[in-house]
């Protein structure tokens, strides 16, 4: 159910307008809102920090079954995210979050770990490593040395 509507989520954004958006009127914090949601994972799973970037939740929880595009994803998601690593990890992470859910809803209130960034390739924005942070052009460079105590301090822990 939960892998089904992430496939449907994905399948539904307007792959026509990614990366094109630099600006967005209600401009949120989505880049912090995804980091916040990070450092407060590894502090109540009292793991050690991972790369944010880098970082796939439902292997830290114990499942290891990859998720690839190409094969549960329309073509054109598979085709447009062929050379954006980033937003394509971002997108096979939620995904493998979600069939982990489908098996234990144990772990539901995790899912929300990855909407920010889905949500900013729903409005056409592009993100990527750069210059030691994540870069959202149009909403800026997070830095992420000492990323994991600045955002966790930021969730009043």
């Not at 450092?39 to 799973?45: D, I, R, V, Y």
């Not at 870069?135 to 822990?157: A, H, M, S, T």
Request: charged share 25%; hydrophobic share 40%; proline share 4%.
């Amino acid at each position: 159910m939960y892998f089904e509507q992430a496939v449907e989520r994905i399948n539904g954004i307007d792959w026509e307008l990614f990366g094109i958006m630099f600006y967005h009127r209600e401009r949120n914090d989505l880049g912090g809102d995804y980091l916040r949601n990070l450092a407060l994972f590894f502090h109540e799973q009292n793991i050690p920090p991972f790369h944010p970037l880098f970082t796939n939740v439902a292997e830290f929880l114990g499942y290891h079954e990859k998720v690839d595009l190409k094969y549960c994803c329309n073509t054109i998601v598979d085709d447009v995210l062929k050379y954006s690593s980033c937003p394509r990890r971002m997108i096979e992470c939620h995904l493998q979050l979600a069939k982990l859910i489908d098996m234990d809803k144990t772990y539901e209130k995790y899912l929300k770990i990855y909407e920010p960034m889905i949500g900013l390739i729903e409005l056409g924005f592009y993100f990527a490593y750069r210059e030691g942070g994540l870069d959202i052009p149009g909403q800026g460079l997070y830095p992420l040395r000492n990323w994991y105590e600045r955002f966790l301090k930021k969730c009043r822990v």
